[in-house]
């Protein structure tokens, strides 16, 4: 059974960091690429970062670059999204995906398996 699900949300300061997790069954990163997207309250989801099936290569949305490091653990199947310098506009749902065939985008509907989302809250 195909599944992913997201760990590692949370709150935290401003300037914090958080590591999510995303964990997968059913399926092989050497042959999906895994995307973290996040849906603020009142907005629309929004793709952040991938890390592409076999070499690994990433894509980082402007306005994380710098600040967040995607990776994974092939041995583990799970993909890790490492937050930095975290800001209130952070504050999201995040959720983590999987698109086979995918390369260096964050266009949600080029991903076909989502899993449940990880609350991160930015504040003092």
């Known amino acids: 059974q195909l599944q992913l699900v997201e760990s590692g949300g949370g709150l935290v300061q401003p300037g914090g960091s958080l590591r999510l997790s995303c964990a997968a069954s059913g399926l092989s990163l050497d042959y999906h690429t895994i995307g973290w997207f996040r849906q603020a309250p009142g907005k629309e989801r929004v793709g952040i970062v991938c890390i592409n099936s076999g070499d690994g290569t990433t894509y980082y949305d402007y306005s994380v670059k710098g600040r967040f490091t995607i990776s994974r653990d092939n041995a583990k199947n799970t993909v890790y999204l490492q937050m930095n310098s975290l800001r209130p506009a952070d504050t999201a749902v995040y959720y983590c995906?999987?698109?086979?065939?995918?390369?260096?985008?964050?266009?949600?509907?080029?991903?076909?398996?989502w899993g449940q989302g990880t609350q991160v809250t930015v504040s003092s």
């Open positions: 995906a999987a698109g086979f065939g995918v390369v260096s985008t964050v266009m949600a509907t080029q991903y076909d398996y």
